[in-house]
């Protein structure tokens, strides 16, 4: 975006957007050189981190969130400055999605974002986008009130459009008598010269509320502005979760904050979503529908500057740290006095990417606010502010720890001078009322005075429910609001307590959407607390872990979308433990528990449990539970991962039922003795990381403490009984859609009225079969799993046990069911497994499983995806790859290829199916321990070819600087990722490892072996299985996805890329 204009601006509102040439203090215009056009006028672009910059040095990738940043300016300057410096949240509502953010004072940065898939290394503003805008589509699915993502987009548009368009909250609004469609011009219709169309949007949700009501069954029936009502509240609790990521997951109260509303939507929206939140006070700003456009003229123009560092923070490096400072202050200085600034309109402000050693989060930090001390840098005490901005993004400090410069930044800024605002006349007379209108709110149909903003002046009050109307926006006062005129013609909303809707433990469909994100808010709450807590690389970077939500009798509620292996086998620990502990289970306990007989994955996957009670009620009224994985817990390898394991003792210590905390009281020398318990095994150790250990626990116990308060919140809100029964409801929704999944599936492959029943096979690559028979009952929705055939117990490590195949089998359930629905115990109520016991899918309690939980958990779920024939093999492997010695140890999964399907290529180079955690940036792996990574690329052509192809795998070679010991875990070695409908197989995987002396060693699918200084690694990881026959090409590009629903709009910013890098690939 960008602006331009020449000479003063001219007077009257918002034509004060266009940017003339640049004022000197004085007020006069001053020479620009900036590039200009022919007519001599300078042209400045906004870019994504709010500043303004020169043609000449304008870049696209620096400008991708241009717009959204515009309206974060806007409200900063006007908002921020006008409510005394409370901190806002910005609330931008579109026509396809919703923007937020957060100004305290100084813009929220990140430096590397993902966008339509692509990540980008630039400052942006934190802007976070949810795909519920105006024109979001409306759904009833399996009982749910669905909003979005699909959008309607502005051809053919919403219902009332009159396109044929598809039912939108726009629509929804104008049901409800929100919207007014006389003023609105009359640009609708395919010759764009006709108004809204109430009719069609009345004769749409009449349609919609007998099919929702059809599907209640009698007694249920909803109208259709009971039907309309429920979807803005549905699309209002989806635009409230990511406010509350941005504000209570990072430690701020978000009652605390104003909420700036703007955008063309948000009015209708904005009293809804301060009362949900808490909030008491919504700013409008006079020119909200424009915002972002105004925001254009009110930005500074920025020049940056940035070099990377690796310095230690210390006395020694001051010197240079300021010499470096004052340069990039200078080449700010000149770039920005070159575009006509004068020295007196510059300021810079410097900044130190700082991160504490053997970590990888790095924050940007600005001494504005730590003036220098005597034991500082000149440019500000750096070390007080990243201590201080450390321990309210994450909880802690490490004292002691060295602090490491990685970048070294200077933004310098010049003020344009604009941003002056007229007052507005002050009121002589009552408000000017255009008419009364009848607007449908909780409880029925209520009078709404209609007033137009043109007419209210300066000191005006105006009660709700009202609607404020100008070319630009519709702004809604519900009832119990206020809006008031500011001086400047700005309007603040003062939200009031309104009507308290009663909700009762009967079903009602509108509840259950909102209580779904609720339950699900609580446990993405979780993983953020969690995360900003732990210590480790795993936890902390990698992102290897999970949180979830669990009823009185263990029943999954709701699991944020962390790694899916722990998704079933997390209900089958808490279960455990109700069972053997019963009435043992006090409130101050905190449970530690990581033993397969207890629903374990494998040892390094520590689970802490936390009984939730509520007063009055003898037994616990939830759980919550975090599983993290830890980087060591001892056992015969570091890491305790190891290849050649052939007994649960020699992979690290064990717990199954151990009381973390008792009585409120953290049992620190318990723990620890238990932690180096594997040291009292030959040839096995204690756990090796000891300090990582108790911090990560510390910080699962952090998590679930915040679970615990956001549950009590939410009984505290609407009753125990009520919240209990909408646990209930949730899992009986999953139960539905899973069982419309079954049904669907054997009408399509069966004999009408005849049980289905498909079967499948495949190998380990030791010989040992994973067998599946399904049979389905078309008529019931449900359906057998039946593994009997599988192999034995092996005396390896490949034994998954029965958690692991619980959790693969509801993984494909989910997935199979093809869209979003809540994911709890439900999706397996329609499903019977029968796991035989003693064989490698039930192993004995003393049986080696660190192998089942990374490598047997795929091969599971491509034998349920062969069954079904969803798509063809994908790499069927976490590709586990450990080496260290007595200084480090270091554990990673490769990815690899992923299987195709009915019209779909797989993709390339991604993690599958049962994991998703992030892999280290190169430059940390070299930088923290002795290898050199020389190789890391696509595989090209190892997919199955198809009509559909498989993607390939991937490249690595890791060149050895210390001798060390290295682990591979690794399988698709021998048996090859299938292909389906004729489409071929994938390539297998390969373990090479190339002597300093120019041999090359074929490692197999599994072993350990001491490597030397100049040794080179190679792995190459399987290809995905091709789909349908390759004489039959399809004409879609390597890579495509499946083909969007509808319009999806793509989420984006910090709580979206936190969500994306733990979701499965």
Not at 353 to 382: I, Q, V
Request: contains cysteine.
């Amino acid at each position: 975006m960008l602006q331009e204009g020449s000479g003063p601006a001219p007077p009257g509102g918002h034509q004060g957007l266009a940017l003339g040439g640049l004022r000197d203090p004085g007020g006069q215009p001053s020479p620009s050189p900036a590039l200009s056009l022919p007519q001599g006028v300078p042209v400045l672009f906004m870019r994504s981190d709010g500043g303004l910059t020169p043609m000449g040095a304008f870049s696209g990738s620096r400008a991708i969130l241009s717009g959204p940043a515009g309206g974060v300016v806007g409200y900063a300057v006007t908002t921020y400055r006008r409510e005394g410096g409370q901190p806002v949240i910005g609330f931008d509502m579109g026509g396809t999605s919703t923007d937020v953010s957060r100004y305290a004072g100084e813009y929220e940065h990140v430096f590397e974002a993902t966008t339509a898939g692509i990540s980008i290394q630039a400052p942006q503003l934190d802007i976070n986008t949810v795909a519920a805008g105006g024109g979001s589509q409306l759904f009833f699915r399996s009982g749910l009130f669905v909003v979005g993502p699909e959008s309607a987009g502005a051809h053919p548009g919403p219902t009332c459009y009159r396109k044929g368009g598809p039912l939108t909250v726009t629509d929804a609004n104008l049901c409800l008598g929100r919207l007014l469609p006389e003023y609105f011009p009359c640009i609708f219709g395919p010759d764009e010269d006709q108004p809204l169309s109430r009719d069609a949007t009345l004769q749409a949700f009449r349609d919609l509320s007998a099919d929702i009501s059809a599907s209640l069954g009698p007694g249920s029936a909803l109208s259709l502005e009971e039907v309309a009502m429920g979807f803005i509240r549905v699309a209002n609790e989806a635009m409230c979760r990511p406010i509350r990521a941005l504000t209570q997951a990072r430690g701020h109260d978000t009652s605390r904050h104003v909420l700036a509303c703007f955008g063309g939507a948000g009015g209708q929206h904005a009293c809804a979503i301060a009362r949900t939140l808490g909030m008491s006070k919504v700013f409008i700003h006079k020119y909200s529908g424009i915002l972002s456009a105004y925001g254009l003229a009110l930005a500074d123009v920025v020049h940056e500057a940035q070099e990377p560092s690796a310095l230690v923070y210390a006395p020694e490096s001051y010197a240079r740290l300021e010499e470096r400072i004052s340069a990039l202050e200078q080449e700010c200085i000149r770039a920005l006095e070159a575009q006509g600034f004068a020295r007196a309109q510059i300021s810079t402000e410097a900044f130190l990417h700082l991160r504490y050693e053997r970590t990888d989060c790095a924050l940007m930090c600005s001494a504005k606010d730590h003036p220098a001390t005597p034991s500082s840098c000149r440019s500000g005490n750096f070390e007080a502010s990243f201590a201080a901005r450390y321990s309210r993004e994450f909880g802690f400090t490490i004292p002691g720890r060295a602090i490491l410069v990685d970048d070294i930044r200077v933004r310098g800024t010049a003020t344009t001078g604009l941003g002056q605002e007229e007052p507005v006349a002050a009121a002589k007379a009552a408000a000017h009322m255009e008419k009364v209108t009848r607007c449908y709110f909780e409880g029925g149909y209520q009078d709404t005075c209609v007033y137009l903003l043109e007419h209210l002046s300066w000191g005006h009050s105006i009660p709700g429910p009202s609607i404020l109307i100008d070319q630009n926006s519709t702004i809604l006062v519900e009832p119990g609001c206020t809006a008031v005129v500011t001086r400047l013609g700005d309007i603040c909303i003062t939200v009031g307590s309104g009507v308290v809707r009663p909700v009762g433990p009967r079903l009602d469909p509108i509840q259950l959407s909102i209580f779904s994100h609720r339950f699900m808010s609580i446990a993405e709450q979780m993983g953020r607390i969690l995360q900003r807590t732990a210590i480790s690389t795993n936890i902390k970077e990698r992102l290897d872990f999970s949180c979830a939500l669990f009823g009185p009798e263990g029943g999954l509620v709701s699991n944020a979308p962390h790694i899916p292996v722990h998704l079933g086998a997390m209900q089958e620990t808490v279960q455990f433990q109700i069972r053997n502990l019963g009435a043992n289970l006090r409130e101050g306990d905190v449970i530690l528990s990581n033993h397969p007989r207890a629903g374990g994955s494998h040892l390094p996957d520590l689970t802490v449990i936390t009984p939730v009670f509520w007063p009055g009620e003898p037994r616990p009224v939830f759980f919550v539970a975090s599983r993290g994985h830890h980087a060591d817990i001892g056992g015969i390898t570091p890491g305790s991962m190891p290849p050649h394991s052939h007994s649960l003792q020699e992979e690290g210590a064990v717990f199954i039922s151990f009381k973390l905390v008792k009585d409120g009281v953290f049992q620190e020398e318990e723990v620890t003795k238990a932690l180096m318990a594997p040291g009292q095994i030959p040839g096995s150790s204690g756990t090796r990381n000891l300090h990582d250990n108790l911090s990560d626990l510390r910080a699962q116990v952090a998590a679930n403490q915040k679970g615990i308060h956001l549950v009590n919140e939410l009984i505290g809100h609407y009753g125990l009984e009520v919240v209990q029964a909408y646990m209930a409801h949730i899992q009986a929704n999953a139960e539905v859609a899973v069982q419309e999944m079954l049904r669907d599936f054997a009408r399509r492959q069966g004999e009408p009225g005849r049980p289905l029943l498909v079967e499948a096979e495949d190998f380990m690559d030791d010989g040992s079969p994973i067998r599946l028979k399904v049979a389905v009952d078309p008529e019931e929705g449900k359906a057998t799993f039946d593994f009997t055939g599988s192999g034995h117990e092996v005396h390896g490590n490949c034994n998954a046990p029965r958690a692991i195949t619980l959790s693969a089998l509801i993984y494909c359930l989910r997935c199979m069911v093809g869209r979003d629905i809540p994911l709890n115990q439900g999706c397996l109520a329609p499903v019977r497994a029968i796991i035989p016991k003693g064989s490698i899918l039930d192993p004995s309690l003393d049986a080696a499983v660190v192998g089942g939980n990374v490598l047997t958990s795929q091969r599971v779920v491509d034998v349920i995806f062969r069954a079904f024939g969803a798509c063809a093999a994908s790499q069927g492997c976490m590709n586990n790859i450990t080496f260290g010695n007595e200084l480090v140890s270091y554990y990673e999964t490769v990815a690899g290829g992923a299987g195709a399907g009915p019209g779909w290529h797989g993709r390339s180079g991604v993690h599958t199916h049962m994991t998703n955690t992030r892999i280290t940036d190169p430059e940390i792996l070299e930088k923290r321990y002795p290898v050199i990574l020389k190789s890391f690329e696509l595989a090209q052509g190892t997919g199955g070819a198809g009509q559909f192809r498989g993607g390939s795998g991937v490249r690595r070679e890791l060149l050895f600087r210390q001798q060390m010991v290295l682990s591979v875990l690794t399988e698709r070695r021998a048996f090859r990722p299938y292909g389906l409908q004729g489409g071929e197989s994938g390539a297998p995987g390969l373990n090479l490892l190339t002597r300093r002396d120019g041999r090359t060693l074929n490692l197999g699918g599994k072993t350990s072996v001491t490597v030397f200084p100049g040794d080179i690694f190679r792995l190459q990881t399987p290809g995905g299985g091709g789909f349908g026959p390759p004489t039959e090409p399809a004409p879609a590009e390597e890579g495509q996805g499946v083909p969007p629903r509808g319009r999806p709009f793509a989420e984006r910013g910090s709580v979206c890329d936190y969500r994306l890098a733990q979701e499965t690939a």
